[in-house]
């Protein structure tokens, strides 16, 4: 079974090397800090050097050696620990259209974990057309149709951010067989084996599953085990949005437990939750199924966003039925009064058949609408649909569906479906580790056109001022260690994590006085406050509290494209 926490001896050792590390020229240092190393160890006094894109040095003052640095950073005050590592953080797109990422370096996000079931490529023809709305409004269209073609594109013009992504299997689904609900054939699932093959072999982390959605939801267990093997084989991991985290929430922990088994490969629950108001309470239950299946010896865990709301697709408030085939013959099937009848009488049912947002949040008073393309539509953003349906003069339900046809199915709303104490329980979990679970977005630019979740820009000032300096859930180094080395060390990501020597120069110094989310539900498009310096890859991105013009992301790769993985 893998540790996932950090020996004490393993950082006493890693102290030692570096305090005898050799001196040099450091083009950046940040001293007179507290330094939250990513272990989880105590806090100490220390400072921390950075040349070229690495650490340094990491240990005690010396003032020969501050005197020759390139640049010098007064830490007092703050805590100096690793970049936070976002585990589920949904911005491939996002950083094509704006590379400074800055609703995510705000918050002290330096390396985001992505391809949540549904992966930017690989992409074919039908799969463009779909997504034309999307690039026509933001302007970019991806001129590239695989994982590879991805990666140069990401190489020629890096964002602030390091980025690494899963192949998602709801998408190598969408490629080879479209959105139908039926079986893969033989073929078919040959084919989406190849798939995997070829993006483990681009530097992809492993595969990954968002079962609650069309079509990823029409794949089987012993198709996701079969295409988890061929990840398995090249090094790689299986991360899964669960096919529920509601009602059949323990069925759906078996089938997890399940592929990690059978496919023998770690596995990882996304944005862990226990959601709608009929399962409040059960997070405990859910933890203690966690811990006994690695007692079993399974090496699974999970993560979440620190937030009682989650957010999707506006149509994801509908059933599954009425979305097979994609987003067109949902629009198309909503034109029958027929359909519409049975969509609503199906809404207002709290079914086990499927994850039903809309009763889960309590119905419209618990569904806002976040965000629409269709510019007619963003008076409605940040409302509720009880308000909305009000403002339209029609059951909520309805203005549901009128919605999804008048944006062609590309609205997204916030759900409120969890509750404060599971969302306590998970946090203080040593299994549990940091997402966002969002796209960056910024406070200009065209990210800025409409609203989204406020975990797009708040999450770790949250965890931070909320959770630990207010309310004393967790202590501030055991938090860091949640948001650094944990999610790090689920994606298998070897050189960042840790303030250690030779590791990735991922440093964030904030102050846990004053950093706190100000982003809200209502009013999302702010950034966080006290996290007044990032670096990522040793050059500061934010710089004084202001966002620089440095570029510095990179590509974090699997382990087929990590030296020695071939």
Same mark, same amino acid.
């Given at each position: 079974?893998?540790?996932?926490?950090?020996?004490?001896?393993?950082?006493?050792?890693?102290?030692?090397?570096?305090?005898?590390?050799?001196?040099?020229?450091?083009?950046?240092?940040?001293?007179?800090?507290?330094?939250?190393?990513?272990?989880?160890?105590?806090?100490?006094?220390?400072?921390?050097?950075?040349?070229?894109?690495?650490?340094?040095?990491?240990?005690?003052?010396?003032?020969?050696?501050?005197?020759?640095?390139?640049?010098?950073?007064?830490?007092?005050?703050?805590?100096?620990?690793?970049?936070?590592?976002?585990?589920?953080?949904?911005?491939?797109?996002?950083?094509?259209?704006?590379?400074?990422?800055?609703?995510?370096?705000?918050?002290?996000?330096?390396?985001?974990?992505?391809?949540?079931?549904?992966?930017?490529?690989?992409?074919?023809?039908?799969?463009?057309?779909?997504?034309?709305?999307?690039?026509?409004?933001?302007?970019?269209?991806?001129?590239?149709?695989?994982?590879?073609?991805?990666?140069?594109?990401?190489?020629?013009?890096?964002?602030?951010?390091?980025?690494?992504?899963?192949?998602?299997?709801?998408?190598?689904?969408?490629?080879?067989?479209?959105?139908?609900?039926?079986?893969?054939?033989?073929?078919?699932?040959?084919?989406?084996?190849?798939?995997?093959?070829?993006?483990?072999?681009?530097?992809?982390?492993?595969?990954?599953?968002?079962?609650?959605?069309?079509?990823?939801?029409?794949?089987?267990?012993?198709?996701?085990?079969?295409?988890?093997?061929?990840?398995?084989?090249?090094?790689?991991?299986?991360?899964?949005?669960?096919?529920?985290?509601?009602?059949?929430?323990?069925?759906?922990?078996?089938?997890?437990?399940?592929?990690?088994?059978?496919?023998?490969?770690?596995?990882?629950?996304?944005?862990?939750?226990?959601?709608?108001?009929?399962?409040?309470?059960?997070?405990?239950?859910?933890?203690?199924?966690?811990?006994?299946?690695?007692?079993?010896?399974?090496?699974?865990?999970?993560?979440?966003?620190?937030?009682?709301?989650?957010?999707?697709?506006?149509?994801?408030?509908?059933?599954?039925?009425?979305?097979?085939?994609?987003?067109?013959?949902?629009?198309?099937?909503?034109?029958?009064?027929?359909?519409?009848?049975?969509?609503?009488?199906?809404?207002?049912?709290?079914?086990?058949?499927?994850?039903?947002?809309?009763?889960?949040?309590?119905?419209?008073?618990?569904?806002?609408?976040?965000?629409?393309?269709?510019?007619?539509?963003?008076?409605?953003?940040?409302? #509720?649909? /009880?308000?909305?349906?009000?403002?339209?003069?029609?059951? %909520?339900?309805? =203005? +549901?569906?009128?919605?999804? @046809?008048? *944006?062609?199915?590309?609205?997204?709303?916030?759900?409120?479906?969890?509750?404060?104490?599971?969302?306590?329980?998970?946090?203080?979990?040593?299994?549990?580790?940091?997402?966002?679970?969002?796209?960056?977005?910024?406070?200009?630019?065209?990210?800025?056109?409409?609203?989204?979740?406020?975990?797009?820009?708040?999450?770790?000032?949250?965890?931070?001022?909320?959770?630990?300096?207010?309310?004393?859930?967790?202590?501030?180094?055991?938090?860091?260690?949640?948001?650094?080395?944990?999610?790090?060390?689920?994606?298998?990501?070897?050189?960042?994590?840790?303030?250690?020597?030779?590791?990735?120069?991922?440093?964030?110094?904030?102050?846990?006085?004053?950093?706190?989310?100000?982003? #809200?539900? /209502?009013?999302?498009?702010?950034?966080?406050?006290?996290? %007044?310096?990032? =670096? +990522?890859?040793?050059?500061? @991105?934010? *710089?004084?509290?202001?966002?620089?013009?440095?570029?510095?992301?990179?590509?974090?790769?699997?382990?087929?494209?990590?030296?020695?993985?071939?």
């Amino acid at each position: 079974m893998k540790r996932i926490l950090p020996a004490a001896a393993t950082f006493a050792a890693a102290f030692f090397f570096v305090a005898a590390s050799p001196a040099g020229v450091d083009d950046l240092v940040f001293e007179n800090g507290l330094v939250a190393d990513g272990t989880g160890a105590p806090l100490f006094s220390a400072d921390v050097a950075v040349r070229g894109d690495r650490i340094a040095f990491v240990g005690p003052p010396s003032s020969e050696r501050r005197a020759r640095a390139r640049r010098r950073v007064d830490a007092t005050g703050l805590v100096v620990s690793p970049g936070f590592v976002d585990l589920l953080g949904q911005s491939e797109y996002a950083v094509l259209v704006d590379p400074r990422a800055a609703s995510k370096i705000t918050q002290g996000i330096t390396t985001e974990v992505t391809g949540e079931g549904e992966s930017i490529a690989p992409l074919n023809a039908a799969m463009l057309k779909e997504g034309e709305p999307q690039y026509a409004h933001y302007g970019v269209r991806p001129d590239f149709t695989t994982l590879a073609g991805y990666f140069d594109r990401f190489r020629k013009s890096p964002p602030a951010i390091n980025l690494g992504t899963f192949v998602g299997l709801g998408g190598l689904r969408k490629y080879v067989i479209g959105t139908e609900d039926r079986r893969a054939t033989p073929a078919e699932l040959a084919a989406m084996e190849r798939e995997v093959e070829t993006a483990m072999k681009a530097g992809a982390l492993g595969v990954s599953t968002s079962l609650q959605y069309v079509p990823d939801m029409y794949n089987s267990t012993g198709e996701i085990v079969a295409m988890a093997k061929v990840a398995a084989r090249y090094g790689g991991v299986y991360f899964t949005h669960q096919r529920s985290e509601g009602n059949q929430i323990d069925a759906s922990l078996d089938e997890v437990f399940r592929i990690a088994r059978e496919a023998r490969i770690p596995a990882n629950v996304w944005h862990l939750k226990t959601a709608s108001k009929r399962n409040w309470g059960r997070m405990p239950h859910v933890l203690a199924r966690l811990e006994a299946a690695r007692a079993e010896g399974l090496d699974v865990a999970a993560n979440m966003y620190p937030w009682t709301a989650g957010s999707n697709g506006l149509d994801a408030c509908l059933p599954p039925w009425v979305r097979e085939g994609g987003k067109e013959k949902l629009v198309a099937r909503l034109a029958d009064p027929a359909v519409r009848a049975r969509v609503k009488k199906e809404m207002a049912e709290d079914s086990d058949a499927w994850s039903n947002q809309w009763v889960g949040s309590g119905g419209a008073a618990g569904v806002m609408l976040s965000a629409v393309l269709n510019p007619a539509l963003k008076k409605y953003e940040g409302k #509720t649909l /009880e308000t909305i349906g009000n403002e339209m003069g029609i059951d %909520p339900r309805d =203005a +549901v569906m009128d919605l999804v @046809v008048a *944006d062609k199915a590309n609205s997204y709303c916030i759900i409120f479906m969890m509750s404060d104490d599971d969302v306590r329980a998970a946090l203080r979990s040593r299994l549990v580790a940091f997402c966002t679970d969002s796209s960056a977005s910024a406070t200009d630019g065209i990210l800025s056109k409409e609203k989204s979740h406020p975990r797009a820009w708040a999450s770790a000032a949250r965890i931070l001022g909320t959770y630990v300096r207010d309310e004393k859930l967790l202590p501030l180094e055991e938090a860091v260690r949640k948001m650094t080395s944990l999610p790090a060390s689920r994606a298998q990501i070897q050189d960042r994590g840790l303030l250690k020597p030779g590791l990735k120069a991922d440093v964030v110094a904030f102050s846990p006085t004053a950093v706190r989310a100000v982003a #809200t539900y /209502e009013d999302p498009l702010h950034y966080s406050e006290g996290i %007044p310096y990032v =670096a +990522v890859n040793g050059q500061l @991105v934010v *710089d004084g509290g202001k966002i620089t013009s440095a570029r510095p992301g990179q590509l974090v790769l699997g382990p087929w494209m990590r030296p020695g993985g071939n």
